[in-house]
């Protein structure tokens, strides 16, 4: 753990999403119905996946991979949000501050490369079909997917790591519901500008890097599906594109509002929303963006449904 000074911080104060008992009240239920979508959705989708041969390809198994990696995402700051909902004080320790902000940054910049895989997937199902089996094999998909996870725990360590080390003087009430770098940064009492300025620097880093990758993959996929003879065969590859394109953008576009800005900028209602999209609008809404735009998934789900059905 960091050593901090004089005026020691042991736990925070989260404001919150509203300081008003009885907005808190209305949304409660708005987000455990959210939490529970997040859960069911993922959670049969990965049942999908696991029971059906023919979804038994890297692609889903990539997809698998993201459905779990949501629910883990998600779990690790909304219930703790849904419990502060009900809470008069609502107070987290240091360590607990810690923990949460490691944990959901390490799944968010796990999510990140994750995509970028999953990109490069459909760039060698769609540019070098023939090859597709031989590139990404079973034990490839196994070892990619565990190098993402591990890269996402360890590239996260130097934000938290110079976050955590930052002067707070006592400040210790967080305008969010949840720890996250850019709020912890807001409660200093010293000039962090260098401090800011590397966060800043890694940040962009992580998250460009991806996204580059994903815009070049992208670029090649379009022009060899507009090469494609069969309008079928063009309709079906920008179908399964065009699913990871609109998680890409929604996940992407909401992690770059978010730590892609100074933080004179950072306005704290604005930050709750953002936060809110790619903490539960992303993770509800993969399994369903990746159902309704997949029929291999729609007919796993038919069949699925019939298989259990005591109609």
């Given at each position: 753990?960091?050593?901090?000074?004089?005026?020691?911080?042991?736990?925070?104060?989260?404001?919150?999403?509203?300081?008003?008992?009885?907005?808190?009240?209305?949304?409660?239920?708005?987000?455990?119905?959210?939490?529970?979508?997040?859960?069911?959705?993922?959670?049969?989708?990965?049942?999908?996946?696991?029971?059906?041969?023919?979804?038994?390809?890297?692609?889903?198994?990539?997809l698998l991979n993201l459905s779990f990696l949501d629910i883990c995402y998600s779990t690790s700051t909304v219930p703790r949000m849904l419990r502060d909902f009900v809470s008069v004080r609502k107070?987290?320790?240091?360590?607990?501050?810690?923990?949460?902000?490691?944990?959901?940054?390490?799944?968010?910049?796990?999510?990140?490369?994750?995509?970028?895989?999953?990109?490069?997937?459909?760039?060698?199902?769609?540019?070098?079909?023939?090859?597709?089996?031989?590139?990404?094999?079973?034990?490839?998909?196994?070892?990619?997917?565990?190098?993402?996870?591990?890269?996402?725990?360890?590239?996260?360590?130097?934000?938290?790591?110079?976050?955590?080390?930052?002067?707070?003087?006592?400040?210790?009430?967080?305008?969010?519901?949840?720890?996250?770098?850019?709020?912890?940064?807001?409660?200093?009492?010293?000039?962090?500008?260098?401090?800011?300025?590397?966060?800043?620097?890694?940040?962009?880093?992580?998250?460009?890097?991806?996204?580059?990758?994903?815009?070049?993959?992208?670029?090649?996929?379009?022009?060899?599906?507009?090469?494609?003879?069969?309008?079928?065969?063009?309709?079906?590859?920008?179908?399964?594109?065009?699913?990871?394109?609109?998680?890409?953008?929604?996940?992407?576009?909401?992690?770059?509002?978010?730590?892609?800005?100074?933080?004179?900028?950072?306005?704290?209602?604005?930050?709750?929303?953002?936060?809110?999209?790619?903490?539960?609008?992303?993770?509800?809404?993969?399994?369903?963006?990746?159902?309704?735009?997949?029929?291999?998934?729609?007919?796993?789900?038919?069949?699925?449904?019939?298989?259990?059905?005591?109609?």
């Amino acid at each position: 753990m960091p050593s901090r000074n004089d005026t020691e911080v042991w736990e925070f104060v989260l404001l919150g999403l509203s300081s008003n008992p009885k907005t808190q009240v209305i949304i409660f239920p708005i987000f455990l119905v959210g939490y529970m979508v997040i859960l069911i959705g993922n959670i049969l989708f990965i049942i999908l996946i696991v029971t059906d041969a023919s979804l038994h390809t890297p692609m889903y198994f990539f997809l698998l991979n993201l459905s779990f990696l949501d629910i883990c995402y998600s779990t690790s700051t909304v219930p703790r949000m849904l419990r502060d909902f009900v809470s008069v004080r609502k107070v987290i320790s240091y360590a607990e501050c810690a923990a949460q902000m490691y944990i959901s940054l390490s799944l968010g910049e796990t999510e990140c490369i994750l995509l970028a895989i999953m990109a490069y997937d459909r760039f060698i199902a769609i540019c070098y079909p023939l090859h597709y089996t031989t590139i990404i094999s079973y034990m490839v998909c196994v070892r990619i997917a565990v190098g993402t996870w591990i890269c996402g725990f360890i590239l996260s360590i130097s934000h938290v790591t110079l976050t955590l080390n930052v002067n707070l003087c006592g400040n210790n009430e967080i305008n969010h519901f949840l720890c996250e770098v850019p709020e912890i940064l807001s409660l200093s009492c010293e000039n962090i500008i260098l401090v800011e300025f590397i966060i800043f620097m890694v940040g962009v880093i992580i998250l460009m890097t991806p996204v580059t990758f994903i815009v070049g993959s992208y670029i090649k996929i379009i022009l060899s599906i507009l090469k494609i003879a069969s309008s079928a065969g063009r309709r079906k590859a920008f179908s399964t594109c065009g699913s990871h394109m609109i998680v890409v953008t929604i996940f992407y576009g909401s992690a770059m509002a978010a730590y892609m800005k100074p933080r004179s900028r950072s306005i704290p209602g604005t930050d709750k929303v953002i936060a809110i999209f790619y903490f539960i609008v992303t993770p509800m809404l993969n399994p369903i963006i990746y159902t309704l735009r997949n029929n291999d998934v729609k007919a796993a789900l038919l069949k699925f449904r019939n298989r259990y059905s005591f109609c």
